[in-house]
């Protein structure tokens, strides 16, 4: 294997389904800005929108995920981007 083409700064890392509270750990190179406190430990956190946990391939169950409030929200941010852009 060549040398460097692997991070060295894999750590462990909590990843949190938001939409059912499940929680794993792993290690991982992500860049996280929040951190959890698991059994006394303190971990940086991942928050993800949809897992292993929630996701209708794996559950077996339909689920709607809202892709529109995410949009939404892009399209009030590019807004506000593109008046200040004009002022």
């Known amino acids: ?7 060295e ?3 462990i890392v909590a990843f949190k ?3 059912n ?3 794993f750990l792993t290690r991982s190179t992500v860049a996280t800005k929040e951190t959890i406190t698991v059994e006394g430990v303190e971990y940086p956190l991942y928050k993800l929108e949809i897992s292993n946990t929630s996701h209708p391939f794996y559950t ?3 689920k709607l ?5 995410r ?3 892009f399209m ?10 004009k002022a």
Not at 76 to 85: D, Q, S
């Open 21 to 23: 509270e499940n929680m």
């Open 65 to 69: 995920v809202d892709t529109a409030g």
């Open 9 to 11: 700064n894999y750590r």
């Open 71 to 73: 949009v939404d929200k």
């Open 76 to 85: 009030n941010r590019y807004k506000k981007h593109l008046e200040a852009k």
């Open 1 to 7: 294997m060549k040398k460097g083409s692997h991070p």
């Open 60 to 62: 077996g169950k339909m």
């Open 17 to 19: 389904d938001m939409s």
